[in-house]
């Protein structure tokens, strides 16, 4: 199996697909401005105590206050307040953390009104992202991710992941951190740290140690509450760290500024493999390049059509995922119904793994598959959807069929689950119902490409349209687009792009930023 990362990187958003076999199987796309990311810390403010749900809301600088429950405090809530009064008393000198006390753990029956107090500083790390109504869930027991380690301040524990399965080399590694690390700090040992040398396992505990000591340097420096002493890094290089793996073949970035991000890091943690970031420069969207926007328009929405005529229909709601399987025209007299039913809940199974990692659906989902009487046939699609779910990171849970013939999964929840809309809003009428004549379109991007260059100044534009528009105006011994290209200059570049309606249009310049040239008052 081949697997291709590739990022798009626009002025407002960036979004990132991983392929599989040049299928899509994860796309995260979110705004540049995004904030509240899963990993962030803040010096915060409690606002609300809640004795009867043994929790507090805390402000971290959101619309809605984040929720920190009593549990999530950590055991070693009292070492972090009493080290974060000594940092705070001198904004000159820092006080060193290897000094730092560690006090006895907390009581796991106690309640938060004996901890914690209103306008009370607390520092704090978001464990998950707003979701609808909610604000963000925080933790105050604080780690900093790296690729092999997981470094935790006032814990002096070093754990390994229990999926290394040889004693010898969770020996090894256990003991190999325990000579290596600072004091005062606990550390997780990663999955794929199994059989890395000592030079690389200290090169990042040495970089994950220093963002702690950064993140404590910001707070003695600032005195505004809630303020940010740690991001995480960029969402691209996050995603990269917990997928990477030796198997890729290519990672396609059509911006230069994250190239040298994901190069510098790619560079660090696998300098072999340097060489698979590369640097996208075609005028072809790099989506469109790659056969990605056709597959995220036809693998979202409501329904989703896989082999054969059979589809899903997905709904979300405020409390679960609810999947219904149907057979569509789907029939093979050869099978029999029994037949039919098993063949089209396999390939159910199959694409539904996709879609709960494509779309990040967590929660609760609901799977109402075709009924089937045979137990045996019952037990290989549960076991087909197990197997299927070996790939999703994120923890999960899958029951067998119950006797309604619904499955049930459990998936963890961080971030609102993906929701692409791919029905397109008119771009000419703006959702009004009546539009100038289709038969004018190209006379009006003539008089927007006459205003850009004649009045603007614009010397090299891209425009970017349908590709059926596309083909409309290069078509011809002298096409349209030559005959532009004559009166306007050469700067003029058509550019056929699959994310556009049928009569929408973009202008880029050369720095291919967005040039705003919609003019929703002529529709009126």
């Known amino acids: 199996m081949t697997s291709e990362v590739v990022i798009d990187v626009q002025q407002n958003e960036i979004s990132i697909a991983l392929l599989e076999d040049k299928n899509l199987v994860e796309y995260q796309s979110e705004p540049r401005s995004a904030s509240f990311s899963v990993g962030n810390i803040y010096v915060a403010k409690v ?83 707003p979701i609808s109504t909610k604000g963000p869930r925080l933790t105050a027991e604080l780690s900093f991710a790296g690729r092999f380690l997981v470094l935790i301040p006032f814990n002096d524990k070093v754990s390994v992941s229990t999926k290394i399965k040889s004693g010898e080399e969770r020996a090894r590694l256990k003991q190999l951190i325990q000579s290596i690390k600072p004091k005062n700090v606990g550390v997780i040992v990663r999955t794929v740290a199994e059989g890395k040398r000592v030079a690389e396992l200290d090169s990042e505990l040495k970089i994950l140690y220093k963002r702690w000591e950064d993140a404590i340097t910001k707070v003695q420096k600032t005195q505004n509450r809630p303020q940010l002493v740690y991001e995480e890094t960029s969402r691209v290089v996050a995603l990269l760290r917990d997928l990477f793996n030796p198997s890729y073949e290519n990672i396609y970035i059509n911006d230069e500024q994250v190239f040298n991000e994901v190069k510098e890091y790619v560079t660090l943690i696998a300098p072999e493999k340097a060489g698979i970031v590369k640097l996208y420069s075609g005028n072809v969207p790099i989506f469109d390049n790659f056969n990605i926007t056709k597959q995220i328009k036809s693998s979202f929405g409501k329904t989703v059509n896989y082999k054969h005529g059979a589809y899903l229909i997905i709904e979300h709601t405020e409390a679960m995922h609810v999947v219904d399987v149907n057979s569509g025209n789907r029939i093979k007299a050869e099978k029999g119904q029994e037949g039919n039913a098993l063949e089209v809940n396999l390939g159910a199974a199959d694409e539904l793994a996709r879609q709960l990692r494509l779309r990040d659906m967590g929660g609760i989902i609901i799977v109402d598959f075709i009924d089937m009487n045979l137990a045996e046939d019952r037990q290989m699609l549960y076991e087909r959807m197990c197997k299927n779910m070996q790939k999703d990171r994120a923890r999960h849970n899958i029951l067998p069929l119950s006797k309604f013939g619904l499955m049930q999964i459990t998936r963890q929840r961080v971030r609102p689950a993906m929701d692409v809309n791919v029905e397109e809003t008119c771009p000419t009428c703006f959702g009004k119902g009546t539009i100038k004549s289709s038969f004018l379109f190209t006379d009006q991007l003539e008089r927007k490409i006459d205003r850009l260059v004649n009045k603007i100044g614009v010397k090299t534009l891209y425009l970017h349209v349908h590709p059926y528009v596309a083909a409309y105006i290069n078509q011809g011994f002298i096409s349209m687009k030559r005959r532009w290209q004559l009166k306007y200059g050469l700067g003029v570049h058509i550019i056929p792009s699959q994310k556009m309606g049928f009569l929408q249009y973009e202008f880029f310049d050369k720095k291919k930023q967005l040039i705003d040239m919609r003019e929703e008052q002529e529709a009126k």
């Not at 405090?73 to 820092?94: H, I």
């Open 47 to 129: 606002r609300k105590l809640m004795a009867g749900l043994n929790a507090s809301f805390v402000d971290v600088g959101y619309e809605r206050d984040a929720f920190l429950h009593y549990l999530d405090l950590g055991g070693q809530f009292n070492s972090y307040e009493k080290y974060l009064k000594q940092v705070q008393s001198d904004r000159k000198k820092l006080y060193p953390f290897s000094k730092a006390t560690r006090l006895p753990e907390m009581k796991k029956d106690g309640t938060i009104t004996g901890v914690l107090e209103k306008e009370k500083e607390v520092l704090v790390q978001i464990v998950k992202e």
